[in-house]
């Protein structure tokens, strides 16, 4: 599911973004609040250009979802990510971001300066525009997993685990996101299943070697979702072993709680008519810059990575995004 609505999804029937009349007119627009959109906040606002921030959906973005960030330099002892993202917004906020509640729910992108609405009423005018959305959770698209959202099915360990303390769930997923949160789960529940499509874990080393020694994790190589079963809550999986194969055979995992780990889909939909994306979604940009097809509409983070997609990574794009805004108005 995308953050964002899609251009369809206008204020008022037959009137464009164009008919709108703007409530405000800004140097600089930014739509999301993760390491990407706070950092370009950071920089823009020491730059004069009086950003005004729009937090999204998620405030904070994905890293509020996630527990104990190792990897992000200057932390010889971790922080966790819901910290992290507050100490950011206070270091936005310190040098005059306007940070705001709003979510982007259409776009006008066509000639500058550019619309944005917001919340599906307010319309904010802009002479540079950074998208910093980021990316959102993938599901398996199962009839019983939309069944059991929230009684059972989830995408965040570490929103959801408390609920299932002492009890066994399953994760799906080969990613380091999958054995983060495996491991996160086992921490505190009595079993972790890792459902893993094919004969090997995706996840760098470490991550895979951490999984593998924990006492209360199994992984459960070459084996698919076919369906979650219960009463009122998830109580089975029913998994396909060796999927097309000849020795295909199912079985049925007994669990209380299953998690989706299975990557993301960058939420680019609205900014889709205007800017150009690759087969997948991810905004293009010109390579190693956050430039767009549109001058002066610059993308950083999760929505336009889909290589790296770390926080240090969203970070360091965010800060390209808005030195090139910087510069954007001074040329113009
Ligand atoms: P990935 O894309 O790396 O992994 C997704 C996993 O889900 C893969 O194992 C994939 O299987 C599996 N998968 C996808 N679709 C299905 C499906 N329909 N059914 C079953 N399994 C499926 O996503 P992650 O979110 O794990 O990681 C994204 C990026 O973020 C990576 O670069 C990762 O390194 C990074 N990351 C870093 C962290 C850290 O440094 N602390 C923490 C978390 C993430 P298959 O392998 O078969 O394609």
């Given amino acids: 599911m995308s953050l964002f609505k899609s251009l369809e999804t206008k204020p008022e029937p037959n009137k464009g973004p164009n008919s709108l009349t703007p409530s405000e ?21 020491r730059a004069n250009l009086k950003p005004l921030l729009f937090k999204g959906i998620q405030p904070g973005g994905q890293l509020t979802t996630t527990t104990e960030v190792e990897n992000f330099p200057g932390y010889p002892g971790g922080i966790t990510g819901p910290k992290m993202m507050d100490d950011l917004e206070q270091q936005a906020a310190r040098f005059g971001t306007d940070i705001r509640w709003g979510i982007a729910t259409s776009v006008d992108f066509s000639k500058a300066p550019y619309k944005v609405v917001v919340d599906e009423k307010n319309v904010v005018e802009a002479d ?10 993938r599901y398996l698209g ?11 099915v989830s995408a965040c360990a570490t929103c959801d685990g408390f609920f299932y303390r002492g009890k066994d769930v399953a994760v799906v997923g080969g990613g380091d ?9 086992a921490g505190m529940c009595n079993k972790v299943y890792l459902i893993v ?10 991550m895979q070697q951490r999984v593998m020694d924990a006492p209360n994790i199994e992984v459960l190589f070459e084996r698919n979702t076919k369906e979650l079963r219960g009463n009122q809550v998830v109580e089975e999986a029913v998994l396909i072993k060796r999927m097309g194969q000849p020795d295909e055979s199912e079985e049925v995992i007994r669990i209380d709680g299953f998690f989706l780990a299975i990557g993301h889909t960058p939420n680019s939909d609205i900014f889709a008519p205007y800017l150009e994306t690759d087969e997948t979604g991810y905004i293009r940009t010109v390579p190693g810059t956050p430039r767009t097809n549109v001058p002066g509409v ?6 336009q990575d889909k290589v790296y997609r770390q926080a240090v990574t969203a970070a360091g794009s965010g800060c390209q995004a808005a030195i090139e805004a910087e510069r954007y108005l001074a040329q113009k």
Avoid: N, Q, W
């Fill in 142 to 152: 199962m009839e019983s997993e939309d069944k059991y959202k929230g009684s059972g």
């Fill in 177 to 185: 996101t999958a054995c983060e949160e495996a491991l996160y789960l």
């Fill in 298 to 303: 610059f993308a950083c983070g999760d929505v």
């Fill in 128 to 137: 540079t525009v950074i998208i910093a959305t980021g990316a959102t959770a």
């Fill in 197 to 206: 499509r094919k004969t090997f874990l995706r996840a760098t080393k470490i």
């Fill in 25 to 45: 007119h800004v140097k600089c627009l930014i739509i999301g609040s993760g390491p990407a959109g706070y950092t370009a906040a950071i920089y823009a606002a």
